[in-house]
């Protein structure tokens, strides 16, 4: 078939190109020359595309994972592996990392901007930071969950987002505030939420800083921890 005659569909769309693009570039500035992957997860249930509702994995992405081991969903639900991300694997992946190997501290999880109802989607990357900054990191996954253990052991500083399952992080801050021990711990914000100025005004009355999800917002918070503890304390 023509060049020309192939139809693209969703795949030219910006944001397509943009991924493609950017995880190339991405990958010459960092001198990556090699790239593995574990099994990989696709997700569960139906996504709305071009041509209507459509079963995950997209009939792209099934074509392109031929040959490549698959993993457990987890509690992953809806679209995990995008055809975007399939063709970058299929293309880039050399396959199971080797016997031996080992992790290197530059690698980290990137913040997206979905927000999961069963699993959290910023975690691990920050959780990667703090401990390799010499913090001590307790994660939960949920308001609730959060609440309870940090009711139970107060922790020197909480690094909270407000879009959580369960309970919003302004549920959390309320009930948090109305323990004597829970008012004395720094609470730092970080949020990709678009801010109302009642919340802002509700935030400056709960929380001890608030920073927003965006390329600098990780050293921000970072910045944020030094400054309520020198002494690298234990965070939640």
């Not at 992953?76 to 190997?101: D, F, H, I, N």
């Not at 990667?128 to 308001?143: A, F, N």
Request: aromatic share 6%; hydrophobic share 45%.
């Amino acid at each position: 078939m023509p060049a020309e005659q192939v139809a693209l569909h969703e795949v030219g769309a910006a944001d397509a190109m943009v991924d493609i693009v950017g995880a190339l570039e991405g990958f010459e500035h960092l001198g990556v020359n090699r790239v593995y992957n574990w099994p990989v997860t696709v997700g569960a249930g139906w996504v709305r595309a071009a041509h209507g509702v459509i079963p995950v994995p997209a009939p792209a992405t099934a074509v392109l994972l031929e040959g490549i081991e698959l993993g457990p969903n987890g509690p992953v639900t809806g679209e995990a592996t995008t055809p975007t991300g399939a063709v970058l694997l299929r293309v880039l992946s050399s396959g199971p990392p080797p016997a031996r190997w080992r992790p290197v501290s530059a690698g980290s999880w990137g913040a997206g901007g979905r927000n999961p109802s069963a699993y959290p989607n910023a975690l691990r990357l920050m959780s990667t930071t703090l401990t390799q900054l010499g913090y001590s990191t307790r994660c939960e996954q949920d308001g609730a969950a959060a609440l309870g253990a940090a009711r139970a052991t107060p922790p020197s500083a909480i690094v909270l987002d407000l879009i959580m399952p369960g309970m919003s992080g302004f549920e959390f801050l309320e009930q948090l505030r109305r323990d004597p021990a829970g008012r004395r711990v720094p609470v730092i914000v970080w949020t990709g939420k678009d801010l109302s100025l009642d919340e802002r005004a509700q935030l400056r009355a709960s929380a001890n800083a608030v920073v927003a999800k965006d390329p600098t917002g990780g050293h921000a918070v970072v910045a944020e921890l030094a400054a309520f503890l020198p002494s690298r304390a234990g965070v939640a």
